[in-house]
């Protein structure tokens, strides 16, 4: 095993923390308001920090992608920056949302268009999520497998038990307790208890590789990469195929179009105690992950150093050797970094990731795990039935679908095999789903003449064009591909494609996405036209409620409306300090996208920017901020966090419960 027993010790001590704070969130629970969104009492910084850094699924994509197509990645990556910005700064979609008071997404699609479309959707978006998470297990599993240096199998009472079940069976237990026992409540402590824990574990882990690798020989590794697929220079990088500058330009595109729409947090996005502290919440995000940010650069861009240069051949030997036993390319592909790793990090650094890893791994599950079990009783079954069930019998629901996920996470992941990278297979399952879904929320929430049949429509096309997709991909190669070959053995676009569809799942994403979008727009403007009382469904007017409303000064409420700082979000809602960290938040931002664009710029039209000016682009980019600003940060949200805690206890026990409130929609 990789762990010493010091690893395991620190790993154990997380763990049982986790479980115990799962269990003490239970009491808080008195109905289904309270498991599902924390009867909406969490402040800005626990929304903030309890949020998972992702899962450990997660932290695998990311590397593999790095590992594979380098820095720049992040640098097209970059192009989103203003479009996130934006996001987090108006709200978007996050406010209007929040001012349903909606459970989740498909009650508001009933209170936007009717009952039968909630069902479908909410059908929809449960089958796109599970089959999602379904792979979630399987690839946890293996990473704690090879990372933890776990024997292929265990002898127990003479029966020889397979480790990879086994695992996924312990993490799953521990992620289905902590959200059936506290649900939302008991996912948002735990998640804060983890978090808290991790940032400080970044910031170890930051100065490590920092000390270990010298920046040079960082970047002479990465230097070793074939002609057109340099690993530091984004415009050395034509012959990349799957992370590309289109990539992140369909990426920006879903990023605008989607946002909210995918429900993996849907308990999370419903909790904020009011509109405004959701959208502090989003803000308060950018600057949480500055380290973290860093780290998870870091470890691949070494592991490829590692893997590459002939002066750390004595750690890459083991590593080669573990992956030469690997005959699945995409498993190995999916674990060539969490091996350099497991060689790399000295006793306590190891258990300090290994809390990394059973963290992520926990903290985003029993979050996907709650909102697919929630999701499937409260827009699927309950609409179903057409009348809400007693509370006894609901709670008891609510529980047994989360315990449903898990167990089909476990099954698909023990019989389905990954046949792509993940992120392709998050953007394919998502589209399932999200292809038609941006078009609904966003025309619900902003287009009062947005209609019924155009949301049947705009969701239908994009659930075609998605799941469509993913069934030819799986059967392209052993099925599809060897009937068109009958038809046209002498096609040769067909031959350059024998092993693997054309069509990436970022396409097939983006097809579908613009597809749903434009028959949206025409049925709503062509075919039977009603115009919608939004301000009922968004409590605005005569409708509103007095706890959602933030209070403020007359005299800025009266201020005019068109300035620069309504313009980027920055209401009469926000305080002094709320507006110092709006416009260091825009600052930052922007800063970072104008240097990009001038960047781009140089180099397509002149010779300037070389490699050597690269490498040394990409320690100032990476390397200071963190250190610096991303410690000081990670200080003073966990503070902030404290406090949210300690006040969303307080308002649990003495704040006013809703027993009626359980995401039934009134007519």
Known sequence: MNLHWIDWSILIAVVVGVIAIGAYSKRYVRGVADFMAANRLAGRYLLSISVSFGGAITLVAGWEMVYRAGLPTHWWAMMSLPVGLLIVLTGFVIYRFRQTRALTLAQFLEMRYSRRFRLFAGTLCWLSGVFNYGVFPA???????????????????????????????????????????????????????????????????????????????????????????????????????????????????????????????????????TPHEAVLSGIITTWRGLVSGLVLILIPICAYAVMHLPQFADIAAPVTQKLAGIKDPMLQSQMTVPLVLAELLPVGLMGMFAVVVASCAICCDNGYLHSWGTILIQDVITPMRGKPFDKKNHMLLLRLAIVGVAAFGFTFSMLFPLKDFILMYFALTGAIYLGGAGSVIIGGLYWDKG????????????????????????????????????????????????????????????????????????????????????????????????????????????????????????????????RFLSYSTFGWTIGWWVIFIIGTVLSLTTDLVTDKIWQEFWWWRLVPFAVVLGTFCSGWIIIGGLKDAKQLFHDLRHGYFDENDDGSVSK
């Open 451 to 578: 209609t019924t049949p155009a949301a049947w429509t705009a969701l239908l096309v994009g659930t075609i064009l998605g799941f469509g997709g993913l069934l030819v991909q799986q059967v392209w190669a052993p099925y599809l591909f060897p009937c068109l070959l009958e038809f046209w053995p002498d096609w040769s676009w067909l031959a350059a494609n024998k092993e693997k569809f054309p069509l990436n799942g970022q396409l097939i994403y983006f097809i579908a996405m613009i597809t749903a979008l434009l028959s949206y727009i025409l049925i709503s403007l062509f075919g039977p036209r009603k115009d919608f009382n939004m301000d009922k469904m968004l409590r605005r007017g005569q409708y509103a409620i007095a706890d959602d409303v933030a209070h403020v000064k007359k005299e800025e409420q009266l201020k005019k409306r068109r300035s620069f700082s309504r313009l980027i979000g920055i209401t009469s809602e926000f305080n002094r300090f709320e």
């Open 139 to 273: 690839v946890t599993a293996r990473f704690i497998i090879y990372f933890f240096g776990l024997p292929a199998s265990v002898e127990c009472f003479g029966l020889s038990i397979s480790m990879f079940p086994l695992v996924m069976f312990t993490y799953l237990a521990i992620a289905v307790y902590t959200a059936c026992a506290g649900g939302q409540i008991g996912i948002m402590l735990t998640g804060f208890f983890t978090s808290a824990i991790l940032m400080v574990i970044f910031v170890v882990m930051m100065f490590f590789f920092l000390f270990k690798f010298d920046w040079d020989v960082i970047m002479s590794g990465l230097s070793v990469a074939s002609e057109g697929k340099s690993m530091i220079n984004p415009f050395k990088t034509g012959a990349v195929k799957d992370f590309n500058v289109f990539f992140f330009l369909i990426g920006i595109f879903g990023t605008i179009y989607g946002t909210r729409a995918w429900q993996g947090n849907s308990g999370q996005n419903a909790a904020a105690r």
